[in-house]
C-alpha cells in the first residue's frame, strides 16, 4: 500500500460545558486505507460519534480538536476552515450519511435538485452531467433511475436512507463517513444497504468509516475495527486479529455481549458498571471499575496502546494484563466454553 | 392438557384502521381504505411458555401487543384468556385482565413518568388494584429486577437512571402485580449492549422464576433467539410461519422466513454470510386483497405450471401486473423520456416496457407481453390485465392455507400446500409438510 | 438552571407584592386623592422625586408613591382572579379536549375558536351591560375570554403527552380516566399551564387597566395599570418617567416572580433524584 487515505493521529477533542472541559476523544489514532472499511465501535457516549465529527469539521461549536492531527492523503487537515473544508474535502472526497435521512433532505427539493445544487457547489461539472452521474449512483444503490426526480416524501424510509447514501456517493467520494447509517432499518434493509456499500467498494475503491455500536455489522462488513471505551481506543486492529485474539478485557466482553443467532442459548456477557465521567484526565485504566482482571497497576496509572504481536503491526491494545486477559477469560467461563471451542476450533481450520 | 384451556388464545384476530377520508372522498361517496394491520392472527400462548412475534417495522406486530392489552378494539376475531373470550368480558373481568396481563414498551425514556418517583410508578399498579402491602411489595420487585438496595431508587425520578435502569423499572412495574402474561414490545433494542445483555437475561429468568408466560414482539432476530421458545413470523398483517426457535434458525421454510434468518449479521469475521437477495420494502397494508402478502418480494413465486420462465422475469410481470391492476403505472414520466412522437404505439409501448423490465422474455411470453403493452398504450388496461392475468396468474395470487406438520410447525406458504396446487416441483428440498 | 436560592428569592418577591396588595393602603403617606400645593400654592403638577414626595407628584399632584401602596391591592387581584381564571378554564377544556378526544374535543375547540373570533372590548361592554360597570367585572371579562390560548396549547401538550407509552401503560394496567389525568396529563402539562398563568396574571393587570379607560371598569380603583394608563392619556409619560416607571416595574416583576417561581418550583420537586444520582456517582 502506498500512502494511506485518512490518519487520525493521537487526535483529542475536547468540549467546553458549564461543568468545566469534557474530554470526548482522547489520543485516538487509526488508519483508513484506499478501499478500506473501517468501523468504530463502542456504547453511546464513548466518543465515537465526536471523532468522525472533527474529521470533516462537524463538531459542534463548544468542542474543538486540543491535539493531534488528522491527515487526508497525507495533507493535515485538522486546522481546515470551514471554507477550505467545503472547497477541498466534504461531499467531493469525504462524503457523509447520517443516522437519520428523514432530517437530511430537504423536503422541498427533489432529490435531483438537492444533487445539482451540492454538485455545482462542489464541483465545475454541468447539470446535465451531475443529473447522470445521480442517476448512475440511483441504479446502484437499487433506487429506480427515474426517481431522481421525486420529493423526498414520495420515498418509504428505507428508501430515502438510500438515496442519501446516493447524494453521499454520486460525487465519488473517496471516503464515506456513515453514523449509524443502519440502526433505524430492519435487518433485511440493512442487509441491503450494505450489499450496495460492498458493490461500490468494488466498483470504486471507496472507503468506509463505519460508526456503530452493533459489533456484528463490523465484524461482518469492515477489515479493520477500533473498539473505543470511555474516549479512549481500547483495541484496534484487523477484524480477524480483534475477533480471534482479542486483547483488552473490554473488546472481548463487548463482542461476547452480542446475541449470535447460531448459539441462541449462549449466556450473554454483562459488562457491569459505567465508564467514569470524562473530565479532565484520567490517570489509570478507564475500564478499571468494569473489569473483573482489574490489579493495582490498572488504578496507578493509565495503559497506554501497544502493539499486541510483533507480527501484527497494527494490532495494538491498551491494556496492562493484555498478554493474558484473554486467556483468564476464557478459562473463567465454563458454561460457554463448549460453543466458544467450536467456534475457536472452525477459526482456526479457516 | 386437554381439559385445560390454554392460557391465552388468540382466534383469526382483525385489526383494521380506517384510513382518514378527507373531504373530498366524502363528497365523492369514495369507500373509506382499510389498513389491515392485523389479519387473521392466531396464537396460542401456553403457561409459562415465551413465544416470540417478529416482522419489518409496519407488520402489524405492535398493532397486535395494543390490541391485546385492550388499547385497540379488535375488528373481527377474539382473544380467548384462560377459556374466557375478552369479547364477552364482564367489567370485572377486564379488570382481572388488566391486572393479570402486563406490558413493557420499547422506549425506556418514554415508558415511565418523569414526573413520579420510582417508588410512586411502582405503587401506581397496586393503588389502581387496591392492593394493600405496596412498600413491602415496591422493596421486593426492586430487589427482583436487580436494582439494589431499593432505598437508593425509591425516591429517584426516571431522569436520573440510566437506560438499564429504566428499562428495569419498567419490567418492575409489570411485575409488581404477579401477572400471568407480560407482553414486551422490542424491551432491550433502545438499550447499550452491555445493558442489553443484563436486561435480556432478567428477562429470561423471570419467566422461570415467577411462571410468567411472555409474548415478545421484536424485529430482531438473534435477541429473540435468546428469549423465546417459539417464534411467529408476521408479514404484513398475518403470521406467515411458526416453529420452535432454533428450528426456525435452522431451516426456515417460509421464503420470507428465510430471507429474515439469512439477513441477520453474524458476529464473526471468518463467517461468510450471504447478503440478501431481497429489494425493496414491504408495501403499504392498505386494502391488499386476496393472495399471499410476500409474493411481491418473493424470491421464489410460483409461475403457472403451463408456461417456462425465469423467476427473475417472472417477478417483473407479477410487479408490473400489481401496478397495472392499481393504475400506477407511470404513463406520463415514462412517455416525458420520449421525445416527440406520441402517435406510434409500438415505440410507446417499447418505452415502457424498457422501464419496467430489464429480462428478455421469449416465445408466448414475450408474445403476450407485447400485445398486452399496445393494449395498455390505447388507453385499454382492462384489456391489458386481463391478457397478463391469464398467461401469468400465479398461485400466490390467492391466499396459502396454513398447513401444520407432526411437530406443530405452521406454515402459510403454497409452495408447503399440497392441497391446492401440484407446483412444488421446482421446491424439491422443501416439499416435507402434508 | 433555576436553584434552591433563586426560587426562594422570587418567591420572596412575591411574598412582598401579596404583603403590598394587604398592607399597602395602610403604609401608604398620603390619602391617594389628595392634591399636593408646592411653598407658593401652585399644584405641585408632575413633579420630580423629592423628600416630601420619594416617588415624585402625578399632573393632577397626586403622590405617587401612595398610589403605588394602594394600588397594589386591586393590582394583586386583578392578577390572582385574572390569571386564575385563565388558568382554570384553559386547562379544563384543553385536557378535556386533548385527552378525551373525538366528539368532545371538536366541540370544544370549535367553541374555542369561537371565543377566538370574539374582540375582547366590544365582548367586554356587551357583557357589562349585564353585569354592572364594575372593578371585579371587569376582570371576569378577561378571564371570560383570555383562557383561549391556553386550551389551544394545553390541548396540544395533552395529546403529545397522551401518545407516551407510560400513559399507556396506565390504561392497560386499567387506570381510569380521570385517575390518568390527574395523576399523568396535569403534573406533565403543568409548566405550559404555570407559563400561561404568569402570563395570564400580566396580561390581566394591562388590560384591566385599559378597560378602565372605556369606562367599562372602575377608574377609581388606582391599581398599577391604571396608573400607566394614567400618564400616558395624560401626555406626561415622557416628561414625568417616575410616575410610569414605577407601577410598570412592578408589573413586570409580578410578572416575571410568577414565572420564574413556578418554573423553579418545578425543579424544585424533581431535585430530590438529582442528589440522590450525586451519592451514587460518588459512592
Known amino acids: 500500500m502506498t500512502e494511506p487515505l485518512l490518519e487520525v493521529d493521537d487526535l483529542t477533542v475536547q468540549y467546553e460545558t458549564e461543568s468545566g472541559m469534557i474530554t470526548a476523544v482522547s489520543d485516538a489514532s487509526f488508519v483508513i486505507n484506499e478501499g478500506e472499511f473501517f468501523g468504530l465501535a463502542g456504547e453511546s457516549g464513548c466518543g465515537k460519534s465526536t471523532t468522525a465529527k472533527s474529521i470533516i469539521g462537524g463538531l459542534d461549536s463548544n468542542g474543538q480538536i486540543t491535539s493531534g492531527k488528522i491527515r487526508y492523503r497525507g495533507t493535515e487537515i485538522q486546522d481546515y476552515t470551514e471554507k477550505q473544508l467545503n472547497e477541498e474535502l466534504r461531499w467531493k472526497e469525504i462524503a457523509w450519511i447520517p443516522q437519520s435521512a428523514m432530517n437530511s433532505l430537504d423536503p422541498l427539493q427533489t432529490i435531483s435538485e438537492q444533487a445539482v445544487e451540492i454538485g455545482t457547489v462542489h464541483t465545475d461539472l454541468s447539470k446535465a452531467e451531475l443529473r447522470e452521474k445521480l442517476k448512475e449512483m440511483f441504479s446502484i444503490v437499487g433506487l429506480q433511475e427515474s426517481r431522481i426526480n421525486d420529493y423526498p416524501h414520495q420515498f418509504s424510509g428505507g428508501m430515502q436512507q438510500r438515496a442519501v447514501i446516493a447524494l453521499a456517493l454520486f460525487l465519488e ?170 467456534a475457536a476450533m472452525t477459526n482456526e481450520d479457516d | 392438557m386437554s381439559d385445560k384451556p390454554p392460557l391465552l388464545e388468540i382466534r383469526n384476530l382483525k385489526k383494521y384502521f380506517e384510513q382518514n377520508s378527507g373531504l373530498l372522498d366524502m363528497l365523492l361517496r369514495r369507500e373509506p381504505n382499510h389498513v389491515q394491520a392485523v389479519d387473521d392472527v392466531s396464537l396460542t400462548l401456553e ?120 428499562q428495569r423499572v419498567s419490567i418492575a412495574r409489570a411485575l409488581i402485580l404477579e401477572p400471568d402474561i407480560i407482553l414486551a414490545d422490542e424491551p432491550v433494542s433502545m438499550l447499550d449492549v452491555s445493558t442489553q445483555a443484563a436486561v435480556l437475561r432478567k428477562m429470561k429468568d423471570l419467566i422461570e422464576d415467577f411462571g410468567v408466560s411472555m409474548i415478545y414482539i421484536s424485529h430482531d432476530l438473534s435477541t429473540v433467539s435468546y428469549i423465546s421458545d417459539v417464534v411467529n413470523v408476521m408479514y404484513l398483517g398475518r403470521i406467515v410461519e411458526t416453529a420452535p426457535t432454533d428450528r426456525i434458525l435452522a431451516e426456515p421454510k417460509h421464503p420470507y422466513t428465510e430471507a429474515l434468518v ?112 399496445l393494449a395498455f398504450v390505447n388507453e385499454k388496461p382492462e384489456v391489458a390485465t386481463e391478457r397478463l392475468r391469464k398467461r401469468f396468474e400465479s398461485v400466490c395470487e390467492t391466499s396459502p392455507r396454513t398447513v401444520e406438520d407432526e411437530d406443530g410447525w405452521r406454515v402459510a406458504c403454497h409452495h408447503y400446500d399440497h392441497g391446492v396446487t401440484e407446483m412444488q416441483i421446482d421446491q424439491p428440498e ?5 | 438552571m433555576l436553584n434552591d436560592r433563586t426560587t426562594a428569592f422570587y418567591f420572596t418577591i412575591l411574598m412582598f407584592i401579596v404583603f403590598l396588595g394587604i398592607f399597602g393602603p395602610m403604609l401608604a403617606p398620603y390619602d391617594v386623592l389628595t392634591t399636593h400645593y408646592d411653598d407658593n400654592g401652585n399644584i405641585m403638577r408632575a413633579e420630580p422625586p423629592s423628600l416630601a414626595h420619594p416617588l415624585g407628584t402625578t399632573h393632577a399632584g397626586y403622590d405617587v408613591l401612595s398610589r403605588v401602596l394602594v394600588g397594589a391591592q386591586p393590582t394583586v387581584l386583578t392578577g390572582l382572579i385574572g390569571g386564575g381564571m385563565i388558568l382554570t378554564i384553559g386547562t379544563t377544556i384543553g385536557i378535556t379536549a386533548g385527552y378525551v378526544g373525538g366528539r368532545t374535543e371538536t366541540v370544544l375547540m370549535r367553541f374555542t375558536d369561537f371565543v377566538y373570533g370574539v374582540p375582547l372590548i366590544p365582548f367586554a361592554i356587551v357583557l357589562i351591560t349585564f353585569m354592572g360597570v364594575g372593578f371585579l367585572s371587569s376582570i371576569v371579562v378577561i378571564g371570560l375570554i383570555l383562557w383561549r390560548g391556553a386550551a389551544r396549547v394545553i390541548r396540544a401538550q395533552t395529546m403529545q403527552v397522551k401518545q407516551y407509552p407510560f400513559v399507556k401503560v396506565a390504561k392497560a394496567t386499567g387506570a381510569s380516566t380521570p385517575r390518568i389525568i390527574v395523576k399523568h396529563i396535569l403534573p406533565n402539562v403543568a409548566p405550559m399551564a404555570i407559563f400561561f398563568l404568569a402570563m395570564g396574571v400580566g396580561y390581566a393587570i394591562v388590560l384591566q387597566a385599559g378597560l378602565t379607560f372605556l369606562g367599562v371598569a372602575d377608574p377609581f380603583v388606582p391599581s398599577w395599570g391604571v396608573m400607566i394608563r394614567n400618564a400616558f392619556d395624560s401626555g406626561y409619560m415622557a416628561s414625568a418617567p417616575w410616575w410610569s416607571i414605577t407601577p410598570g416595574l412592578l408589573i413586570g416583576i409580578t410578572v416575571l416572580s410568577t414565572f420564574m417561581f413556578g418554573r423553579g418550583y418545578e425543579d424544585l420537586i424533581s431535585e430530590d433524584g438529582a442528589s440522590a444520582e450525586a451519592e451514587t456517582v460518588t459512592a
Open chain 1, 173 to 342: 467520494p473517496s471516503l464515506i463517513i456513515a453514523d449509524e447509517p443502519t440502526t433505524a432499518l430492519d435487518v433485511i434493509m440493512q442487509d441491503q444497504i450494505f450489499k450496495h456499500l460492498d458493490e461500490i467498494k468494488a466498483k470504486l475503491d471507496t472507503s468506509l468509516l463505519l460508526i456503530t455500536h452493533d459489533i456484528s455489522v463490523i465484524f461482518e462488513s469492515c477489515e479493520t475495527v477500533a473498539i473505543m471505551h470511555a474516549s479512549q481506543v481500547a483495541e484496534y486492529g484487523t477484524v480477524n486479529a480483534v475477533y480471534d485474539n482479542p486483547r483488552h478485557p473490554y473488546a472481548f466482553m463487548f463482542k461476547a455481549a452480542f446475541p449470535d443467532v447460531r448459539e441462541p442459548d449462549r449466556e450473554l456477557e454483562v459488562i457491569e458498571g459505567y465508564p467514569p465521567q470524562l473530565g479532565e484526565e484520567i490517570g489509570f485504566c478507564s475500564f478499571v471499575d468494569r473489569c473483573p482482571w482489574a490489579t493495582e497497576e490498572c488504578r496507578e496509572s493509565a495503559p497506554e496502546l501497544e502493539a499486541v504481536a510483533d507480527d501484527d503491526p497494527i494490532h495494538v491494545a491498551s491494556c496492562f494484563r493484555k498478554e493474558e486477559a484473554y486467556e483468564l477469560y476464557q478459562s473463567e467461563r465454563p458454561t460457554t466454553e463448549s460453543q466458544d471451542g467450536i
Open chain 2, 47 to 166: 403457561e409459562n411458555e415465551s413465544i416470540a412475534v417478529i416482522g419489518e417495522s409496519g407488520c402489524g406486530k405492535t398493532t397486535l401487543l395494543l390490541t391485546l392489552i385492550g388499547l385497540h378494539e379488535m375488528t373481527g376475531g377474539d382473544i380467548i384468556y384462560k377459556g374466557r373470550p375478552v369479547s364477552e368480558f364482564t367489567s370485572a373481568e377486564w379488570k382481572r385482565y388488566r391486572r393479570n396481563v402486563q406490558v413493557v414498551f420499547q422506549d425506556p425514556f418514554n415508558s415511565l413518568d418523569p414526573k413520579m418517583t420510582i417508588e410512586e410508578t411502582l405503587q401506581e399498579p397496586l393503588k389502581i388494584h387496591g392492593i394493600g402491602d405496596r412498600k413491602e411489595r415496591v422493596r421486593n420487585v426492586l430487589e427482583h429486577v436487580e436494582l439494589n438496595p431499593p432505598e437508593k431508587y425509591l425516591r429517584r425520578k426516571p431522569r436520573n437512571l440510566s437506560g438499564g435502569e429504566k
Open chain 2, 262 to 373: 439469512s439477513a441477520v449479521p453474524i458476529p464473526d469475521p471468518n463467517h461468510d454470510r450471504e447478503r440478501t437477495r431481497m429489494s425493496g420494502a414491504p408495501r403499504d397494508p392498505v386494502d391488499l386483497g386476496d393472495g399471499c402478502r410476500f409474493r411481491d418480494r418473493c424470491p421464489s413465486v410460483i409461475p403457472p405450471d403451463t408456461i417456462e420462465i425465469e423467476q427473475e422475469a417472472y417477478r417483473e410481470i407479477m410487479e408490473f401486473r400489481e401496478l397495472l391492476e392499481r393504475d400506477e403505472i407511470a404513463f406520463e414520466r415514462v412517455m416525458n423520456t420520449l421525445s416527440g412522437s406520441f402517435s406510434d404505439d409500438r415505440k410507446m409501448a417499447d418505452a415502457i416496457r424498457e422501464d419496467y423490465f430489464t429480462h428478455e422474455l421469449t416465445g408466448e411470453n414475450n408474445a403476450v407481453l407485447k400485445e398486452a403493452l
Open chain 2, 430 to 434: 422443501t416439499a416435507q409438510s402434508d
